[in-house]
């Protein structure tokens, strides 16, 4: 039995199962004490390679020590920081081993100056080939550049499975990905250290087929860990997508990426905030042309009321002549009064969006009717309320959509002579609708399209009353809208057919 073969099994397998317990710990301890070991371990490595200690298999199959045990080792360890934590702890690792690869070559250069230069040698008269066995330039750099070819390849190949063969097994990508590698590693380094290619044919199957057997020993152990214990870490990145290179240039494709979704998030930001700003300017502009409007409007119903005190200062004791001066007064104040009450609405209309809470159907349109039905009868008029049979919640700014709902009964209160006005809620689907239908003067057909224009005012109604400055409508389209609702208006000029419009509202 190979004594020595299985003894390097052992230490083989110790030592990986070692480190990868030393990483199970890295959340704890963080992953310098992994990286470091795995530093120390290309020391150790250039060490076995400089005295070329090697095990024998078979008569015909040696594994060198070095090959066998420590480059296989600091691969998985490379691997697995791949996989599990990201690319940048990889790259890390990779550059942190290649640096101390470079300073021990340099080392043992420098030593073996030392043996060369007079003045210089070893203890006891031994032969510096008893340290450096083939200190060749090119045998060290072939080792060199094989390695840090592995180094950077073994991420590499893996993402390169990962991303074209998204159905093979984790534990079945690592473990092809470690084999390929120590196979490339041979051959890479024989095409680079071989002085003929007799010599290139003679070495590397046997080096091939000995990275092999490390591969074969260790893929087991990296098949459990990655497969049942590393996806229990926290920061596990497992078979994650990103590019083929992404070992080489991604934490550059990432900060570019991250500076372009940066760039685009600010200009989103700054595009809300001018649309923000143009809309608080409309808003403004909006608001002071209409204040410039009512207040040029106010100056006849102020005049009249003027004139109207001046009269009343001339009349004497006449009381018939006073108490119609008084009459007129009252109507300008009550016109007066419909104005303020207007800029009231369109300020609170142009100020920022109102918070919205669930109301009862029920309960704001008994309140509409409480506040309205009290002028329509005293008019003559059948006021009539039908309530939903179901209770109904509807998110709303009880006081501008009241409003609205008011104004909707005021018009239909001022423009019927006879009959009926009707305020109904009930459930449509998954919306609520309030209705407010009259028997009055209806719209003629060609009028319903611009009912909803400020300042407009259709002939008939005008004819009817002076009351009313055409905003009206306006006002409650807006409100309905800012409650992500619709209204809809039917009408026919035909006697007691009036009009009916509907406001649709979405429930909570």
Known sequence: MNFNFLLLIFELLALNSLLLAIH????????????????ALVGMMRFA???????????DLRITYASGLFIPTILLVVLV????????????AIVTIIGVDLLSFLVFLSLWLHTLIPGGGLRADREVTALLVNPSLRTVLASSVAFGIDLIGIGILFQALVNHLPRLPLWAKSGLTLTVILAINNVVFWALASE???????????SVLSSLISALLLTPVLAVYLGHIAPRL?????LERRPTFALLFGSYGQIERRLTRAETALRDLMAKYIAEVDDERTRANRLRDFINELVHDMRNPLAGINLRIQILGRTGDNPEQRQRQ?????????????MVDTVVDIVRLEQAPHSREGADLVEFLSEVFAATHVNGEAKGLLMTLTLPEQALTVPMDRVTLARAVINLMDNAIRYTETGTVALAGYRDGDCAAITVADTGIGIAPDEVAHIY????????AVRETNEGLGLGLAIVKRVVEEHNGSISVTSQKTPSSGTRFTITLPCA
Do not use: C, W
């Open 49 to 59: 390679s400089a005295i070329s200690v090697y095990v024998t298999v078979t008569p």
């Open 453 to 460: 224009k400020r300042h407009f005012r259709s002939p008939q």
């Open 326 to 338: 008084l009459e007129a007064v009252q109507l300008q104040l009550k016109h007066l009064s419909t």
């Open 196 to 206: 003929s290619v007799d010599e290139f044919v003679a070495f590397t199957p046997g």
């Open 81 to 92: 920081l791949y996989v599990v934590e990201g690319i940048i702890p990889a790259r890390a």
């Open 24 to 39: 199970r710990l890295s959340p704890r301890y963080g992953i310098i004490s992994i990286v470091g070991i795995s530093a």
């Open 234 to 238: 926290p920061h596990f990145r497992g």
